[in-house]
């Protein structure tokens, strides 16, 4: 900057402004090359997510008392342990959304991208879906012939229960020579007769 008394006005050094951007340029330059070298490494190749094969076990430790002291390993200190990142996590909530985590799922191995499902393998699940649905409704029909099966067989004992009383009914009329009614046997019962004539029906 020139320091003229008859100038007020503000002059810039371009020598000076000139060096600072050829700097800045540099280190510029330098930054971008760093940035090329992290993208030359290979990226680390992932699974895509997969539904898990084993069931989470969340009951076993339930109701359970465990002596702690300092000498204790870490999975054993209370709470859920995870193998793969090497953490205890107190509360079952927590150990879920844990396991279904990002950090745990890149620990697995794998990335938190789904793999997308073709035609057939649609195809095959909704047929696999159907055979399912076939075999319940197949136990269903089953289950429903053998019921009504059951039903069957108590009519028919009670129908051939009705029959012997009827039978037995008709018996006793034809011992007396009368036909009984229903009436008459209430009016003998209210009149203290213990049968008519020679009837063997007791009352």
């Not at 390993?73 to 990002?102: E, M, R």
């Not at 009368?178 to 004539?197: K, L, N, P, Q, R």
């Amino acid at each position: 900057m020139s320091m003229r008394p008859d100038d007020h006005r503000r002059k810039w050094d371009k020598v000076e402004y000139q060096r600072k951007a050829q700097e800045r340029l540099l280190s510029q330059a330098k930054l971008n090359d760093k940035k090329h070298e992290k993208h030359d490494v290979e990226p680390i190749e992932r699974e895509n997510l997969k539904r898990r094969e084993y069931k989470v076990d969340l009951e076993s430790k339930l109701g359970k008392s465990v002596v702690i002291n300092k000498n204790t390993p870490g999975s054993q200190t209370g709470g859920y342990y995870c193998n793969a990142c090497d953490c205890v996590v107190k509360d079952s909530i927590n150990f879920l959304d844990h396991i279904n985590g990002k950090k745990h799922q890149r620990n697995l191995g794998m990335n938190m991208q789904i793999e997308r499902s073709t035609v057939d393998q649609v195809k095959e699940r909704f047929q696999a879906n159907k055979k399912k649905l076939e075999e319940k409704q197949k136990d269903y029909e089953l289950e429903r012939r053998l019921r009504e099966a059951k039903e069957e067989e108590e009519r028919y004992k009670e129908h051939r229960k009705e029959r012997r009383k009827e039978r037995k009914r008709k018996a006793d009329e034809d011992l007396d020579g009368t036909a009984i009614t229903d009436d008459m046997v209430d009016m003998a019962a209210i009149m203290g007769f213990s049968g008519f004539g020679g009837s063997k029906r007791n009352l």
